[in-house]
């Protein structure tokens, strides 16, 4: 069962959220979209994602700090934020999206193919490294369990060079209970 990926829009304009949303459709990502920095905020304490689209320009907290605010959080320091905005290209801004965590800055009208392919590669990119991340706890597992094997063949071992007439019936209690993980 795996989870879909999840991009969320960030912009104060309930239109451009719209327009967003129909850029991304199709592509294999559920867009959640929010009106401000802090119910962005918000919603990154509730769901993990893929990717963040942030306008620069909102009013109360603006993208750039919500966009810090994102960076200093352990659970969303490593979400890639692609800021947008209306703004002419001063360089300046473009410089402060990147300064606070920003992997890219588009102004205004942008491509939308350009921005389908961006987010296309961050999702991927989530995809593979919660595959990795589950192939990963699978290695762990089987190796805890490679481990309860190897110490029950040891003591099954120590158990069978004794002169205890009743050590094979427990050596072969103890690998079999290892075997079929019921380890006592």
Known sequence: MTQMAKALLVDDRRENLMALEAILQGLPVQSVAVESGEAALKQLLVDDFAVILLDAQMPDMDGFETASHIKRRER?????????????????????????????????????????????????????????????????????????????????????????????????????????????
């Open 76 to 184: 969303t320091r490593h979400v890639p934020i692609i800021f947008l905005t209306a703004a002419d290209r001063d360089a300046q801004l473009a410089l402060r999206g990147y300064a606070v965590g920003a992997v890219d800055y588009l102004t205004k009208p942008f491509d939308p193919w350009v921005l389908r392919a961006k987010v296309s590669v961050f999702v991927e990119l989530w995809v593979k490294t919660r595959q990795l991340a589950a192939q990963s706890d699978l290695v762990r597992e089987r190796d805890a369990q490679w481990r309860v094997l190897t110490d029950a063949v040891d003591e099954a071992t120590v158990m069978l060079r004794t002169d205890d007439p009743d050590a094979r019936d427990r050596a072969v209690d103890l690998l079999e209970q290892a075997r079929w993980g019921n380890t006592p």
